[in-house]
């Protein structure tokens, strides 16, 4: 800057840059070649002196590069000179007018009011654009897509913002005249955490049955969606799996339970996917007792023993092995290393089930009946249980009838077998008879350990029978030679008879045939 001589006008350049919309202060040193100092109504220089004049650049309009704001002060001197300032303004765009940093869980519907402001005397219309600048493109970004403020006034803009995952969203939101090219704009930063549950699903049924509750999800994205996923009870699965949701509309899902054990549990659901994060729903379940299933009828002779298959289905999706016992016996007993008896009933000490599939898989349990007694019907009922497949009850019933006379015996080849079994719980003594004599055998009594069998030998002899004859004859006070003159034809027929008089007065018979 120079001194101007008298009538003289001193020509200055005075560049200033700021962005636009904000306010950029210059100073100007102003020298004065006088003597005496001048008063002015902006400034007062001293003689010989200077001052500082502060001029103020707001500008309110940006400028094309080439193209900046001009404008000029003047400074007049008493003695007729002046100084002239010429001003050159380059308005930046602007900065945000603010950088809002939220954070809330993902999921959770949030409205931010934006402060829209009018630097002009006349009203202007902001048309808003929305910029997603990082983050997934599933998040919304949702308002109006205008606004209308008055001339040098504010307005509040309503923006709605839902994240559904885990993580920063950084947003833009930009209010910009479309007639002018001005703009003011806003920066957001979402940092979004893990998202509370959905909500609470109660699900409640008698176990090994099925119930179902539906969950809707919307997708916003314009492509399907595929969710994985996950829930802490075994018991709980998902329809259809694995779930897929149908672009840009709103998927309803079901939910099954079918429960295995009587009692209440929690749980929890888990969706998820890189898209839409995670949706989550904490289960109360709980499983009612349920019927029983098939009963199984016995009828059988004393003596024998009758067969019949259990058959029930198993759900959990895994290998299991199922206990069996009986609800009537205090204590289970054993029938050498493998099965267990009560009642006159028999079991397996216990099965193994395969992993099963979504139909479940049918498993055999085969119980036996062998009474010891003929009386009233024998009840009781088989229980097969496991820890976390649950307990299956069989309702059993035993009929014991009087034995059936069985055989023939097949003894033509001179000697035959008669299988039988001690059919008490106890050691008993039995005795053995045959009506013929000529079928002989090998021992007329003999005690059986409990529950354990025994062949019973027998042999044809048809001179053994001629000798009975004669010597029932000869007790008849018939001469000896006269009843050796005449022998009785040898019957090949007959009938051994078992009895045990201290346990039952009933009899097992078998016919004989040489």
């Not at 940092?191 to 909500?199: F, H, M, R, W």
């Not at 839409?276 to 009828?297: F, R, V």
């Not at 193994?352 to 009386?375: D, H, K, L, M, Y």
């Not at 069989?394 to 059919?423: E, H, T, W, Y």
Request: aromatic residues 8%; charged residues 20%.
């Amino acid at each position: 800057m120079r001194c101007g001589q008298n009538g003289s006008i001193v020509v200055v350049w005075c560049p200033s840059t700021c962005t636009c919309r904000e306010w950029r202060s210059s100073y100007f040193c102003c020298c004065i070649p006088c003597t005496d100092a001048f008063p002015t109504i902006l400034v007062q220089v001293p003689a010989g002196g200077s001052a500082e004049y502060t001029l103020v650049y707001k500008p309110l309009t940006m400028t094309a590069e080439g193209q900046p704001h001009e404008g000029s002060v003047f400074f007049p001197i008493p003695d007729g000179s002046g100084l002239l300032y010429k001003l050159h303004g380059q308005a930046e765009q602007p900065t945000p007018e603010a950088v809002l940093d939220l954070s809330l869980p993902a999921k959770t519907q949030h409205t931010q009011m934006l402060k829209v402001t009018n630097w002009l005397h006349k009203p202007q219309r902001f048309k808003v654009i929305k910029e997603l600048v990082a983050g997934e493109a599933s998040t919304r970004l949702e308002g109006a897509a205008a606004i209308d403020v008055p001339a040098l006034c504010d307005r509040d803009y309503k923006l709605s913002l839902y994240s559904y995952t885990q993580g920063l969203t950084h947003a833009r939101i930009t209010f910009k005249n479309e007639t002018t090219g001005e703009y003011t704009y806003y920066e957001v930063r979402l940092t979004s955490s893990a998202p509370a549950p959905v909500g609470h699903l109660t699900l409640e049924c008698p176990v090994r049955t099925v119930t179902s509750t539906h969950i809707s999800i919307t997708n916003p994205m314009a492509a399907p969606v595929t969710l994985k996923p996950s829930v802490s009870s075994k018991q709980v699965t998902l329809y259809p799996d694995p779930p897929v949701l149908a672009a840009s509309s709103t998927t309803t899902l079901e939910v099954r339970y079918r429960p295995l054990l009587v009692g209440s549990s929690d749980a929890t659901l888990r969706l998820e996917s890189q898209e839409l994060g995670m949706y989550e729903w904490k289960l109360k379940l709980k499983g009612a007792a349920t019927n029983p299933e098939k009963s199984l009828t016995f009828s059988a002779p004393l003596g024998t023993r009758d067969t019949q298959v259990s058959r029930f289905t198993h759900w959990l999706p895994e290998k299991v092995e199922y206990k069996c016992s009986f609800r009537n016996s205090s204590k289970d007993n054993a029938i050498g290393g493998n099965v267990i008896s009560s009642t006159g009933f028999d079991a397996p000490v216990s099965i193994t089930a395969p992993a099963a599939g979504p139909n479940g898989v049918e498993v055999e349990c085969v119980v036996g009946f062998e009474p010891s007694a003929i009386g009233e019907a024998v009840r009781d009922v088989l229980v097969l249980s496991s820890a976390t497949a649950g307990a299956y009850e069989v309702p059993l019933m035993g009929q014991c009838v009087p034995p059936k006379p069985q055989g023939p015996i097949d003894v033509s080849k001179g000697s035959a077998s008669v299988q039988f079994r001690n059919v008490f719980s106890v050691d008993a003594e039995f005795l053995y008879s045959v009506d013929n004599p000529a079928f002989v055998l090998a021992k007329t009594t003999e005690k059986l350990p409990a529950k354990k069998p025994v062949s019973i030998s027998i042999s044809y002899k048809p001179e053994a029978a001629a000798k009975a004859a004669t010597e029932r004859g000869v007790s008849a006070g018939r001469e000896k030679s006269e009843a050796a003159a005449v022998p009785p034809a040898p019957s090949r027929t007959g009938k051994l008879t078992i009895s045990c008089p201290k346990q039952t007065s009933t009899q097992w018979v078998f016919y004989l045939q040489a």
